[in-house]
């Protein structure tokens, strides 16, 4: 396959030319690219040409060199920018994506919680309960109290991926409330209880189950 590069630079067409081959699937995941004179013949530019393409995309996380073995193929497409696919995502999505993380992260905070831990739950929890709130307030506190959850799990990546969906779960939440006010909130917050119940027994089970009922509660809200 022979695919003339005609516009410059020539670089930004040769690392878009080969990020289409990739999109299309003829190298897959994990998969050498051939060798630099052959590639480059292809593409009908210099190997110095190719090198700096190679470079384009190894910045952006598609492609790798690795000393002696080649250039091999990390990702499929370049990756769309998280805040971009979170403002783009419906408020049900982002609700099924919580409820994968913090079901998770409460059967870990479960089997991991320190007492310091199980310190924050509580105090959250009881900041959480408290009464004539704004609407913000109160999503601010059920905010926090999920998080010291999400925190007792002891790992960092479910942290941060919780923190990158607070603005967008925020700012849904409160409209949701400002337009249909929470039913029964002494319900709302007894099954908050019973997660932390579960988190402070050390049983990961109950505390998964309880984590997965309550955010599918909220999701049948939005619905």
């Given at each position: 396959?022979?695919?003339?590069?005609r516009?410059?630079?020539?670089?930004?067409?040769?690392a878009?030319?080969l990020?289409?081959?990739?999109?299309?699937?003829?190298?897959?995941?994990?998969?050498r690219?051939?060798?630099?004179?052959?590639l480059?013949?292809?593409?009908?530019?210099?190997?110095s040409?190719?090198r700096?393409?190679v470079?384009?995309?190894?910045?952006?996380?598609?492609?790798?060199?690795?000393?002696?073995?080649?250039?091999?193929?990390t990702a499929?497409?370049?990756?769309?920018?998280?805040?971009?696919?979170?403002?783009?995502?419906?408020?049900?999505s982002?609700?099924?994506?919580?409820i994968?993380i913090?079901?998770?992260?409460?059967?870990?905070?479960?089997?991991r919680?320190?007492?310091?831990?199980?310190?924050?739950?509580?105090?959250?929890?009881?900041?959480?309960?408290?009464?004539?709130?704004?609407?913000?307030?109160?999503?601010?506190?059920?905010t926090?109290?999920?998080r010291?959850?999400?925190v007792?799990?002891?790992?960092?990546?479910l942290?941060?991926?919780?923190?990158?969906?607070?603005?967008?779960?925020?700012?849904?939440?409160?409209?949701?409330?400002?337009?249909?006010?929470?039913?029964?909130?002494?319900?709302?917050?007894?099954a908050?209880?019973?997660?932390?119940?579960a988190?402070?027994?050390?049983?990961?089970?109950r505390a998964?189950?309880h984590?997965?009922?309550?955010?599918r509660?909220?999701?049948?809200?939005?619905a």
């Amino acid at each position: 396959m022979v695919t003339q590069v005609r516009r410059h630079p020539l670089a930004e067409q040769a690392a878009d030319l080969l990020l289409d081959r990739i999109r299309a699937g003829e190298w897959p995941l994990g998969h050498r690219l051939p060798g630099e004179t052959t590639l480059a013949a292809q593409l009908g530019v210099g190997r110095s040409t190719l090198r700096e393409a190679v470079r384009v995309l190894a910045g952006k996380g598609v492609l790798a060199s690795r000393q002696g073995a080649g250039v091999f193929v990390t990702a499929l497409d370049i990756p769309e920018d998280w805040d971009i696919v979170l403002r783009r995502a419906t408020i049900a999505s982002v609700l099924e994506a919580r409820i994968a993380i913090e079901a998770e992260a409460a059967a870990l905070a479960a089997e991991r919680r320190t007492p310091a831990d199980l310190r924050a739950i509580r105090r959250t929890l009881a900041v959480r309960a408290t009464e004539s709130r704004t609407v913000p307030e109160l999503v601010d506190a059920d905010t926090a109290f999920h998080r010291s959850v999400i925190v007792a799990a002891h790992n960092d990546i479910l942290t941060q991926l919780f923190d990158t969906f607070l603005p967008r779960s925020r700012t849904a939440m409160i409209d949701m409330l400002h337009i249909r006010p929470m039913a029964a909130p002494g319900e709302d917050h007894a099954a908050h209880v019973l997660l932390a119940d579960a988190i402070a027994a050390r049983d990961p089970e109950r505390a998964a189950a309880h984590s997965r009922a309550h955010l599918r509660a909220i999701k049948g809200a939005f619905a």
